[in-house]
T-cell receptor, first 118, second 114 residues
Framework: GAVVSQHPSWVICKSGTSVKIECRSL??????MFWYRQFPKQSLMLMAT?????????EQGVEKDKFLINHASLTLSTLTVTSAHPEDSSFYIC??????????????FGEGSRLTVL | AQSVSQHNHHVILSEAASLELGCNYS??????LFWYVQYPGQHLQLLLK??????LVKGIKGFEAEFIKSKFSFNLRKPSVQWSDTAEYFC????????????FGSGTRLLVRP
């Protein structure tokens, strides 16, 4: 199956700093990428939809100035958590959909990135 | 707004017991349906998916799910669970509109006792 890779897997940062998480589709071109957030023992909450070459679409309640998403190429999307605070600590997961999944919605998931803000 | 409900939050079974996890969704249009599994410390993996055709779908590791359109349900089943099935299971649905956003249920944490 298609492979999606996230980097870094773990990141610890000080409050007030910004953190960038990368999501790459390794063996296919991802026309759309989705960013999810998973709190401990909870489900995945969709944060935003990222289309290559256009602005991301954010879900209700997600601050677009806080969570900057860039999808500059068909294989890379980045999520930047700006001025991170302890409440931003979470597990962030990206997923990608290739051309084959346009009409089915099938997604491939990255390993996730655990952010801890001190 | 579309929603996905998983009624069983925690399930504990002994090995060889049968499993059925419930999943209901609220969207009335055409949907694609998925079950994902997350083993401890690992990322999400696709167990099975339904797009169209036979409503009884077979997935990996002996899992199957049945789509019952009239009940808006997509329950996951396995006749005989193993200790290695201990994991968290997520039902997910997307609407076949322009966004194809995948919406997840709250998850069911399964513990299989040896």
């Amino acid at each position: 199956g298609a492979v999606v890779s996230q980097h870094p897997s773990w990141v610890i940062c000080k409050s007030g700093t910004s953190v960038k998480i990368e999501c790459r589709s390794l063996d296919f071109q991802a026309t759309t990428m989705f960013w999810y957030r998973q709190f401990p023992k909870q489900s995945l909450m969709l944060m935003a939809t990222s289309n290559e070459g256009s602005k991301a679409t954010y879900e209700q309640g997600v601050e677009k100035d806080k969570f900057l998403i860039n999808h500059a190429s068909l294989t890379l999307s980045t999520l930047t958590v700006t001025s991170a605070h302890p409440e931003d600590s979470s597990f962030y997961i990206c997923s990608a959909r290739g051309l084959a999944g346009v009409h089915t919605g099938e997604l491939f998931f990255g390993e996730g990135s655990r952010l801890t803000v001190l | 707004a579309q929603s996905v409900s998983q009624h069983n939050h925690h399930v504990i079974l002994s090995e060889a017991a049968s499993l059925e996890l419930g999943c209901n969704y609220s969207y009335g249009g055409t949907v694609n349906l998925f079950w994902y599994v997350q083993y401890p410390g690992q990322h999400l993996q696709l167990l099975l998916k339904y797009f169209s055709g036979d409503p009884l779908v077979k997935g990996i590791k002996g899992f199957e799910a049945e789509f019952i359109k009239s009940k808006f349900s997509f329950n996951l089943r396995k006749p005989s669970v193993q200790w290695s099935d201990t994991a968290e299971y997520f039902c997910a649905v997307n609407e076949m509109d322009s966004s194809y956003k995948l919406i997840f249920g709250s998850g069911t944490r399964l513990l299989v006792r040896p």
